[in-house]
T-cell receptor, first 114, second 115 residues
Framework: DTAVSQTPKYLVTQMGNDKSIKCEQN?????MYWYKQDSKKFLKIMFS???????INETVPNRFSPKSPDKAHLNLHINSLELGDSAVYFC?????????????FGPGTRLTVT | DQQVKQNSPSLSVQEGRISILNCDYT??????FLWYKKYPAEGPTFLIS?????DKNEDGRFTVFLNKSAKHLSLHIVPSQPGDSAVYFC??????????????FGKGTKLSVKP
């Protein structure tokens, strides 16, 4: 019944490794997002995908790449992990409409790079 | 250059009283505003939103007020309950070219409701 799910919930890895975080939504939404919550607790948009097209791409290092195999999934791949990548990553989804812009969030993935 | 500011990092309120959480923004292009609630180790949960064409939106115990001239919005919770204890995030969005814009979040206010 979970609307937006992410796996894994916790991820501990070493610098230089490549890792992926998976996200799935069963709400039938057409846009999905990735956010990063850093140590200062700011939630910042990283990417969004609408109908398999990247429509927002903030100033995120190209070591981060979103991959969307279908409308219900948006996975986040991170290459050559760095200490500064340690954060909580949230996936979200929304259904675009003229009057509503709510986004629905997953539970988050806490990434720790050692 | 924070476009959305929540200047109170924490707020403590007695159960049954009103909680008022404040949010200021700087970007005059923002035309949609949202409040999210977040418990530890969980994702933000959508609470209530308001379009810039309105100045008030109410949903049960939650009311959001928007003052566009002051670029200020507030969330009122009445009566406050211990289960309302959480971090509350204010977010804003601008509609560029007919597409949904980014949600820009404030830093959050931690609300504690004491029994």
């Amino acid at each position: 019944d979970t609307a937006v799910s992410q796996t894994p919930k916790y991820l501990v890895t070493q610098m230089g490794n490549d890792k992926s975080i998976k996200c799935e939504q069963n709400l039938g939404h057409d846009t999905m997002y990735w956010y990063k919550q850093d140590s200062k607790k700011f939630l910042k948009i990283m990417f969004s995908y609408n109908n398999k097209e990247l429509i927002i791409n903030e100033t995120v290092p190209n070591r981060f790449s979103p991959k969307s195999p279908d409308k219900a999934h948006l996975n986040l791949h991170i290459n050559s992990l760095e200490l500064g990548d340690s954060a909580v990553y949230f996936c979200a989804s929304s259904q675009e409409g003229p009057l509503r812009r709510e986004q629905y969030f997953g539970p988050g993935t806490r990434l720790t790079v050692t | 250059d924070q476009q959305v500011k929540q200047n109170s990092p924490s707020l403590s309120v007695q159960e049954g009283r009103i909680s008022i959480l404040n949010c200021d923004y700087t970007n005059s292009m923002f035309d949609y505003f949202l409040w999210y609630k977040k418990y530890p180790a969980e994702g933000p949960t959508f609470l209530i939103s308001i379009s810039s064409i309105k100045d008030k939106n109410e949903d049960g115990r939650f009311t959001v007020f928007l003052n566009k001239s002051a670029k200020h919005l507030s969330l009122h919770i009445v009566p406050s309950q211990p289960g309302d204890s959480a971090v509350y995030f204010c977010a804003a969005s601008a509609n560029y070219g007919g597409s949904q814009g980014n949600l820009i979040f404030g830093k959050g206010t931690k609300l504690s409701v004491k029994p």
